[in-house]
């Protein structure tokens, strides 16, 4: 039996529109020039059916993705990195760098990659005088967090180099809430410290789990 998309006429299969008419393509039809295959159109209709908008789908994990049928390890991996290029740009408007004034800005920049990380990742969000971000959010450690294994000077490295004026580190707990450890109050305070000594403030440190996040800061941990 032909499939969806081998039924229609050229002109309305998903890959011409995308090329000619992309403004005016439903959610399906741009997802289904992006999966490609003769059964385009019906795994696109079953990424909408299982995860409800395109929100849910950027919310996915890649194994949830994978459930749907027709979707393997490559196209799960394709769409992830079509749906995260659709953020970076949401995030840059006219070129302009993010600007960080909370800790809801930088848990909005943070909280979709973080969230869904199997390992525990430690980043930091390099920031110029005015508190915005430089560049791209730097990955120092992954695994298990403690301080015995995270050397300072590597947290503040990336704003030496930088010339940043500030940074604002975050890690996540992949398996249980964001609750602070002693741990991570330890780490916190000695960036503080160090960064005091070196002229980078650091402006606060998130821990982010399932759909939340702490701010360190605001509980007034590791920053006295």
């Given at each position: 039996m032909p499939s969806l998309v081998e039924r229609l006429p050229l002109r309305e299969r998903p890959a011409w529109?995308?090329?000619?008419?992309?403004?005016?393509?439903?959610?399906?039809?741009?997802?289904?020039?992006?999966?490609g295959g003769e059964r385009?159109?019906?795994?696109?209709?079953?990424l909408i059916g299982r995860f409800?908008?395109?929100?849910?789908?950027?919310?996915?994990?890649?194994?949830?993705?994978?459930?749907?049928?027709?979707?393997g390890p490559s196209?799960?991996?394709r769409l992830r990195a079509a749906l995260e290029l659709g953020r970076r740009l949401g995030n840059s408007v006219e070129g302009a760098l993010p600007l960080i004034q909370s800790p809801?800005?930088?848990a909005n920049?943070?909280?979709?990659?973080?969230?869904?990380l199997e390992q525990e990742h430690l980043m930091v969000l390099l920031l110029d005088t005015r508190n915005r971000l430089i560049g791209e959010p730097v990955t120092l450690y992954h695994g298990s967090l403690n301080t015995s294994l995270v050397r300072i000077g590597e947290v503040l490295r990336p704003a030496?180099?930088?010339?940043?004026?500030?940074?604002?580190?975050?890690?996540?707990?992949?398996?249980?809430?964001?609750?602070?450890?002693?741990?991570?109050?330890?780490?916190?305070?000695?960036v503080v410290e160090a960064g005091r000594l070196l002229d980078v403030e650091?402006?606060?440190?998130?821990?982010?789990?399932?759909?939340?996040?702490?701010?360190?800061?605001?509980?007034?941990?590791?920053?006295?």
């Open positions: 529109r995308v090329a000619y008419q992309a403004e005016g393509c439903n959610l399906v039809e741009l997802i289904a020039a992006f999966v385009q159109i019906e795994i696109a209709q079953a409800g908008s395109l929100r849910g789908l950027v919310r996915a994990t890649p194994v949830e993705l994978q459930a749907v049928l027709g979707v196209t799960g991996a809801d800005d930088a920049l943070l909280m979709h990659q973080m969230q869904h030496i180099r930088a010339n940043a004026a500030a940074i604002l580190i975050a890690h996540n707990h992949p398996s249980g809430p964001p609750d602070p450890s002693p741990e991570d109050v330890a780490i916190t305070r000695a650091c402006l606060d440190h998130l821990i982010v789990g399932r759909g939340r996040f702490v701010s360190l800061k605001s509980k007034g941990l590791g920053f006295g």
